[in-house]
């Protein structure tokens, strides 16, 4: 057989990929997620550095604009209503009204009924407020006092002839003798001992408040007599009241503090059932109350 005559022989080779290319979908997927992540990451820096009023404000621009509705007018379009200034949503007809509706200035001052009550208002609650912080400040000077008293030996035994009580006029610290046990010698002004370390032991109170002070002095009827008073009690009330007056200032309270020095003599007994008692000599101090500085009203 020659060359020519052999058949001719085609091989195929099929070959199969087994690594081959799957397109660049992949490629659009992992960018999505990379941004994404960005975004997230660029989020959360954002927040951490904005601060409450910035995230309200953009809070704020990004909530959608309140639209409201309105059953009056035609049924058009917009329903009778109309787009306001701000592109709210809202009755045309109230738009109108509140546009020619002049506005009240900001500084407008309150009808003189108005004012009037506003002012009895504020001066009622001004003088119930101080009120309320004196007697609570008289509450805590007697407080003091009374542990004074108790906590040095030469004082306790004098407490007896001390009495304090809050009165209408004010924090009232009243000396008062005991059958045997006088503050002054006998028709005179001269305090003893006891009554001096008495006063001395009331101005360490009195030093604690600011409040004005009035002293007064009070005898007893002589027993067996009908007169509350006698000629000489007058000016021995009074002489004895300016004499607690020395002491207190001697122990550091302000002259200027002082305000009234008085003797009432038996006039005002502190046992009105019995005039003659030893109670009825006694010498009262009184813190008195503070009127309070109200504001000047003017609106007059």
Request: net charge negative; glycine share 8%; aromatic share 4%.
């Amino acid at each position: 057989m020659s060359m020519s005559d052999r058949p001719i022989l085609i091989k195929k080779v099929k070959k199969v990929a087994g690594h081959g290319h799957h397109g660049g979908a992949w490629k659009v997927a992992y960018a999505d997620f990379v941004t994404a992540m960005m975004a997230f990451f660029l989020l959360m820096w954002l927040i951490n550095t904005t601060d409450p009023e910035q995230k309200r404000g953009i809070a704020e621009y990004f909530a959608p604009a309140s639209v409201s509705e309105s059953t009056s007018g035609s049924g058009g379009i917009l329903g009778g209503t109309s787009l306001g200034e701000d592109g709210s949503k809202g009755s045309g007809s109230m738009s109108v009204i509140t546009q020619l509706a002049p506005e009240a200035p900001e500084d407008a001052p309150p009808e003189a009924g108005q004012s009037s009550n506003l002012a009895a208002a504020s001066e009622a609650e001004l003088r119930e407020e101080i009120a309320r912080r004196e007697a609570a400040d008289f509450a805590s000077a007697a407080e003091s006092l009374r542990q004074a008293m108790q906590s040095m030996p030469e004082l306790a035994e004098l407490s007896k002839q001390l009495i304090i009580d809050q009165t209408p006029e004010g924090l009232r610290i009243q000396l008062v003798d005991q059958e045997g046990r006088s503050m002054f010698e006998t028709n005179s002004a001269r305090p003893n001992p006891r009554a001096q370390l008495l006063l001395r032991a009331i101005s360490r109170v009195i030093n604690q408040l600011p409040n004005r002070i009035s002293i007064t002095g009070h005898t007893s009827a002589a027993p067996g007599s009908n007169r509350a008073s006698g000629p000489n009690d007058w000016p021995l009330s009074s002489n004895r009241a300016n004499a607690s007056r020395l002491i207190l200032q001697a122990a550091g309270v302000d002259p200027d503090r002082v305000y009234q020095v008085s003797g009432k003599a038996g006039s005002d007994p502190l046992y009105p059932d019995d005039p003659t008692l030893a109670g009825n000599r006694r010498i009262a101090i009184v813190l008195l109350r503070e009127a309070p500085v109200l504001p000047t009203d003017t609106s007059l």
